[in-house]
Nanobody, 113 residues
Framework: QVQLVESGGGLVQPGGSLRLSCAVSGDINNINSVAWYRQAPGKEREWVAQLSHGNNLLTANPVRGRFTMSSDHAKNMVYLYMNNLTPDDTAVYYC???????WGQGTQVMVSS
């Protein structure tokens, strides 16, 4: 079992930044198996970003150049740094472990003036 808890969401103005955190606990071998997803209102959940096992950043086209990730293996934390946010980034953001197919509860991000 792996537990994932997201935090850091909120309301931000267009052009602003947020840092999301994902606390990972339980039976996890490598937190690089954790990726970020999001689900906007009325849309399907979509993959956003992850770190490869070589720590290379992989990002979806809509967020490339604006979002980045880091991980802290000692603390079992995964972070999503979101810059230059637009209203299209409004969504519930989730972290997901691909090995166990575990999901967090999500954290809401709203980008609005």
């Amino acid at each position: 079992q792996v537990q994932l808890v997201e935090s850091g969401g909120g309301l931000v103005q267009p052009g602003g930044s947020l840092r999301l955190s994902c606390a990972v606990s339980g039976d996890i071998n490598n937190i690089n198996s954790v990726a970020w997803y999001r689900q906007a209102p009325g849309k399907e959940r979509e993959w956003v970003a992850q770190l490869s096992h070589g720590n290379n950043l992989l990002t979806a086209n809509p967020v490339r150049g604006r979002f980045t990730m880091s991980s802290d293996h000692a603390k079992n934390m995964v972070y999503l740094y979101m810059n230059n946010l637009t209203p299209d980034d409004t969504a519930v953001y989730y972290c997901h472990d691909s090995i166990t197919d575990s999901w967090g509860q999500g954290t809401q991000v709203m980008v609005s003036s």
